[in-house]
């Protein structure tokens, strides 16, 4: 047996992009300084000297008009992945998301595909503020239409880039850039994850969390902690956000009859509130708590180092909460 | 105004049509025309709902530049974007089905007079966002560009777009990366129901193309022949790698924003004096004066289009509605 492989997040998704630009013609890349300057993360680099100008195109800051384009291109037999340089900057291409994007397969009833992977950097950490730090994946995850997929390891995302470059409508692709340096197992060669799949990422029968993203992370942590107090936590990460895996949540949830939803993005009217409550609808009866929901704080993105590390749950904030709720405190 | 802005006028231009080519300038105009005013009927009646953009006193924008367009050629259209969709080959019968909201329709009626979208014959949709088609049609440029196959892609928007920094946007990339796209803006002087020099800064809307370095051009959109003139020129520099092209077609909205709307903003002398130079009128009397159709031909004309509307509507109107099962397909590809 060859010894496991292991790559860093930002190389994973590497990976899947030269694999899908060397499988199939039609796949181009856009963005802001994502040509010779190979990304402001490194996370295109190389691909500008393999494939050139034509395919690796650089776009002025125009972020609205660009995407526009890549969606048209979409339309006419393109394979475009976009890339928005931050995550709070997909407030600028809504429009073309909400309005075109999304809604083009349904109005031409199905005469018309947008096979495009909207790739963008969110995240909290380096002081970045209040404009260049949020996770705003619960904007289009209202939006039907659109695929959601937010990969917390580095062989899903390799994996999941490369199932939403083949899928032929449009997907959003959520990178904590913070796990852009993360190195672990990642397989080799063609390597694809399902879209729509969930993964247990540690079992468990007293409580479950759910976790998005970076955030797997921090419930892995305080699994590991609420161990130490003999609370068994499942860890599960559903991965893609539209279409949920609501069959692997509630097989967990039935099993350990408490659940906490931990994600990096606000937790008002956030995707925390949506998961808990498609939970206590398929569980309602099986709940020996109410689910409870952490996200980040509900603020501005503070610049300030001693205000940034409070948005966002720590492993040991996370493990009290998810013990109080077993301890029936909560 | 620009020293390198050109003007075009018939007088001026490059190719004339075929005798054959001219009646069928002729057809299209007539035909978006008829459908046009009997949309405006159809509405009156109650027989469609929500609202609808029609585009009689346009109509030789459209068909001048889509009558040169092959197939495999992309436009993107706007709201008012009938004409559109017809120029460019759209089947009457289905294009009637979708704006009256029947199964038929290109979209299943889920669309509607907004949302008509033909893959067959290369049009990219009509749409509900002011601008929204711009970066598509450019979008179908740059694919049409790696293609290598002298393809080209046109965007249809009214004066209303001239404000949408998504124009801008979209110009500037179209320039630096030399798009086979045409700009055509369809001034009829107001964005719904306001004046265009109300709400406009600059000389005359060609500032917009000339300052990206964009080849532009300002023409009589009243006159199919004009159109058709400009647009040979910016087709042919597409085609040749030459880039995109902005055209000005200043023209006239006989009806309101949508139907219904009592255009209390018109000034009715004006709205004469645009009367005058009907496109389809001026067109028929420049076919009966160059004896390429006679009176009688054109009158037959109108007749067997006459006929083609009334069926489309009978077929339409037989046609169920989508069903409940038709809500929620094609959400996904």
Redesign the interface.
């Known amino acids: 047996m060859p010894s496991p492989r292991t790559a860093t997040y930002r190389a994973a998704v590497l990976e899947a992009l030269f694999s899908e630009m060397h499988l199939d013609d039609s796949v181009i890349l856009m963005g802001e300084d994502i040509g010779a300057a190979g990304g402001v993360f490194k996370q295109t680099e190389g691909l500008f000297a393999q494939f050139g100008g034509e395919r690796v195109i650089d776009t002025p800051i125009s972020e609205a008009g660009a995407f526009g384009i890549a969606v048209g291109a979409a339309m006419t037999g393109q394979r475009p992945v976009f890339e928005v340089m931050f995550g709070d900057f997909i407030t600028l291409i809504m429009d073309q998301l909400v309005n075109q994007a999304a809604k083009i397969n349904y109005m031409s009833a199905g005469q018309f595909n947008v096979p495009l992977v909207l790739r963008t950097a969110v995240g909290i950490g380096g002081n970045l503020g209040p404009q260049h730090s949020q996770s705003l994946h619960a904007w289009p995850v209202h939006i039907p239409g659109l695929k959601v997929v937010m990969p917390s390891t580095p062989a899903d995302a390799k994996g999941l880039m490369a199932a939403a470059i083949r899928d032929d409508g449009p997907v959003v692709f959520f990178e904590d850039r913070m796990l852009y340096n993360l190195r672990d197992e990642v397989p080799d060669g063609d390597y694809v994850v399902p879209i729509g799949r969930a993964e247990i990422k540690r079992a468990g029968h007293d409580v479950t969390i759910i976790a998005t993203g970076r955030m797997v992370h921090i419930a892995l942590a305080a699994a590991e902690l609420l161990a130490k107090e003999q609370i068994s936590a499942e860890v599960i990460d559903p991965r893609s956000l539209v279409p949920l895996d609501v069959d692997s949540l509630v097989a967990s949830v039935k099993k350990t009859s408490r659940a906490v939803v931990v994600d990096g993005g606000y937790r008002q009217y956030g995707v925390t509130g949506e998961i808990a409550s498609t939970i206590t609808e398929h569980v309602f009866d099986w709940l020996d708590a109410p689910v409870l929901r952490v996200g980040a704080a509900d603020v501005p993105i503070p610049f300030s180092k001693s205000l940034e590390p409070l948005v966002l749950p720590d492993a040991r904030r996370l493990a009290g909460d998810a013990a109080a709720l077993v301890r029936g405190l909560r | 105004m620009s020293t390198s802005l050109q003007t075009t006028t018939a007088a001026s231009a490059q190719s004339l049509p075929s005798v054959q080519e001219a009646l069928r300038l002729l057809y299209l105009m007539q035909l978006i025309r008829t459908f046009e005013e009997q949309v405006r009927t159809l509405y009156s009646g109650g027989m469609i709902a929500g609202l609808v953009h029609l585009c009689a006193g346009q109509e030789a924008v459209a068909v001048g530049v889509c009558s040169l367009l092959g197939a495999d050629d992309?436009i993107?259209s706007n709201h008012r974007g009938h004409g559109h969709c017809l120029a460019k080959g759209a089947d009457v019968a289905r294009l009637m089905a979708e704006v009256l909201g029947r199964r038929t329709g290109?979209?299943?009626g889920?669309?509607g007079t907004l949302?008509i979208?033909?893959?067959?014959n290369g049009n990219?949709?009509t749409?509900?966002?002011v601008g929204?088609g711009?970066?598509?049609?450019?979008?179908?440029?740059?694919?049409?560009k790696?293609?290598g196959r002298r393809q080209v892609?046109v965007s249809f928007f009214g004066d209303g777009a001239l404000n949408q920094?998504?124009l801008?946007?979209?110009l500037?990339?179209a320039a630096?990366w030399r798009l086979p796209v045409l700009f055509v803006c369809e001034n009829n002087g107001f964005g719904e129901f306001t004046a265009i020099e109300d709400v406009t800064a600059g000389a005359d809307p060609i500032a917009r193309g000339l300052t990206f370095g964009i080849a532009s051009e300002i023409v009589d959109g009243m006159d199919v022949l004009a159109v058709r003139a400009a647009a040979q020129r910016a087709l042919a520099r597409a085609r040749d790698g030459g880039g995109p092209t902005f055209l000005v077609c200043n023209t006239y909205r006989f009806g309101g924003h949508h139907v219904g709307d009592k255009q209390d903003y018109k000034d009715d002398n004006d709205a004469k004096a645009w009367r005058l130079k009907d496109p389809i009128e001026r067109f028929s009397r420049w076919l009966q004066d160059s004896g390429m159709a006679t009176a009688s031909a054109i009158a037959a004309l109108k007749n067997d289009i006459d006929e083609q509307l009334r069926a489309a509507i009978d077929r339409a109107k037989a046609a169920p509605f989508a069903a409940a099962d038709d809500l929620g397909?094609?959400?996904?590809?």
């Open positions: 992309m993107a290109y979209g299943l889920r669309g949302h979208f033909d893959a067959a990219l949709g749409t509900g966002i929204g711009i970066p598509l049609a450019a979008g179908a440029a740059l694919s049409a790696r293609r892609a920094g998504l801008f946007e979209v500037n990339m630096i397909i094609h959400l996904h590809a």
